[in-house]
């Protein structure tokens, strides 16, 4: 597959389009793709840094007068002039494309329906904001997020399952999920973005340090206007200091107890990780995230203009409950969103053969159709428990594996009508070790549903041992695993060892 980003950074639009654009290129890098990018010049762009991640770049032609945005919703100030020159000027540079990625507010399906005429390529959006695409997927990572919300027949990839982190992320998750509330004086990460146009940094600064006992970490990126005047207040505050730049920022985050910070991409990256949180908007299109988090009731949030007032209050809060914010951010995002993303592109792609099947994360909504299936006799008859659950029984358990952070319940879906087929479960036995549980709707046998699952498992959970328990006589099972390169080390038992 050759891709193409079109994503943009500057001063106005900042640093987390093009961030979560390099998590996607360098997962489909890793799997052969042929990657570039095609980026603005401007003031804060990250050209040169996209390039020292291995990738390179095509410059669009600088504008002769930039423009200043009217406001942080003035998209088309922040593409500094037309879509259709932009698109004009996409397509005198760009010769040949497979799929093209958008990453920007103000690129929408005008500017889609031009390359796709003139490249007759797929186009991928990334969005969280609902806008109209002509795209073949389009990728919308927004906590609480549905499919339906876009008015597309394509492909919707909606919610934190989706979530574009990096593999550290999930990488660290383990040993997040074991940390418990601060015994000692918290560590406390200040992080508002790459820019922090408003300087809400130093607003949470002045506001917290000498007031709280803690000890913090400020990131702040040399792009940001405020960045000499910050850098100059945390060195001289001995319990502060600064970071200009980080590569792992989920080790950052798993060293720390608490985070402020903007609620923006980063907030699956906390989440996934149960880094309860004190966000401060900063600016309109982050409402939606917002409310989403409130709702879940992940996080504390506060406005600019409420820092000085209210935030000591919101961090003795969070303080005080750290152990419910952390269990529920873990319950939020996995980590392993690119994976999946990168699956379902391959899979349009048409670069998996035989696979018309997905996994999707389990929801209450299933709780139903699982019992269903649970107590179908063909699905007991070879069970390693044979007795039928009540329905009581069975809602306890689900609930229950659907709230663990270290289990994956997904169900087993057709990829285009999207009904459900079956479950793949992995329950953790211990580190980086799982058991699988897999059956399928009764009505749908012999279709290879079983046998897809366990191709996508991995696919999404390749770093793993995969381990099964098969009964002697249940033959047919047992040729699934075998099939699936799992090896017998015993008369019912079968393991998959990590996938290079």
Request: net charge neutral; hydrophobic share 45%.
């Amino acid at each position: 597959m050759k891709v193409i980003f079109r994503v943009d950074a500057s001063i106005w639009i900042g640093s987390g389009h093009v961030m979560r654009c390099l998590v996607l290129a360098d997962a489909l890098k890793n799997v052969a793709a042929d990657v570039s990018f095609a980026c603005l010049p401007q003031h804060g762009d990250m050209i040169a840094y996209i390039e020292q991640r291995g990738h390179s770049v095509t410059k669009m032609t600088p504008v002769l007068s930039p423009v200043t945005p009217v406001d942080d919703a003035d998209y088309l100030g922040w593409l500094q002039r037309s879509v259709d020159e932009d698109a004009s000027d996409f397509i005198s540079k760009i010769q040949q494309a497979e799929i093209v990625v958008t990453d920007h507010y103000a690129i929408g399906r005008e500017w889609q329906q031009k390359i796709k005429a003139a490249l007759q390529c797929k186009i991928v959006a990334i969005d969280d904001l609902v806008r109209l695409h002509d795209a073949d997927c389009i990728i919308d990572q927004t906590l609480g997020r549905k499919a339906e919300e876009y008015f597309n027949n394509t492909t919707i990839l909606a919610g934190t399952d989706y979530a574009l982190l990096a593999e550290s992320f999930s990488h660290y998750r383990t040993l997040a999920i074991s940390k418990s509330s601060p015994k000692a004086i918290p560590k406390v990460l200040v992080s508002m973005g790459g820019v922090d146009a408003p300087n809400g940094t130093l607003m949470v600064l002045k506001s917290l340090v000498g007031k709280v006992d803690a000890i913090f970490t400020v990131l702040l990126s040399p792009r940001a206007p405020h960045y000499q005047e910050v850098v100059a207040w945390c060195d001289r505050h001995g319990s502060v200091t600064h970071v200009g730049f980080c590569d792992n920022m989920a080790l950052l985050m798993l060293d720390h107890d608490i985070a402020i910070g903007a609620p923006g991409s980063t907030s699956w990256e906390r989440a996934c990780l149960g880094l309860p949180s004190i966000i401060i908007p900063l600016a309109a299109n982050q409402k939606t995230i917002t409310t989403q988090l409130v709702n879940h009731r992940a996080v504390i949030t506060l406005e600019l203009n409420e820092i000085r007032q209210k935030i000591i209050h919101a961090f003795q809060m969070l303080l005080s409950d750290w152990e419910t914010y952390h269990k529920v951010n873990l319950a939020l995002c996995d980590g392993k969103g690119v994976k999946r993303v990168v699956l379902s592109l391959q899979q349009q792609a048409k670069a998996i053969e035989h696979c018309d099947f997905e996994l999707t994360l389990a929801t209450s909504a299933d709780i139903k159709v699982v019992y269903d299936w649970q107590c179908h006799p063909k699905t007991r008859q070879y069970a390693l428990n044979t007795a039928v659950p009540t329905w009581d029984e069975h809602l306890s358990w689900m609930v229950r594996k659907l709230t663990c952070p270290e289990d994956y319940f997904y169900i087993i879906r057709h990829r285009l009508s999207k009904q459900p087929c079956g479950v793949l479960r992995l329950d953790k036995q211990k580190d980086k070790n799982y058991l699988v549980s897999i059956f399928v709707n009764p009505e749908q046998y012999g279709i290879g549903v079983a046998s897809s699952a366990l191709l996508l498992a991995d696919f999404i959970h390749p770093n793993v041992t995969l381990h099964a328990t098969v009964l002697e006589n249940n033959q047919a099972s047992q040729q699934l695993f075998i099939k699936a390169h799992y090896l017998r080390v015993s008369t019912e038992q079968f393991i998959r060892f990590p996938i290079k």
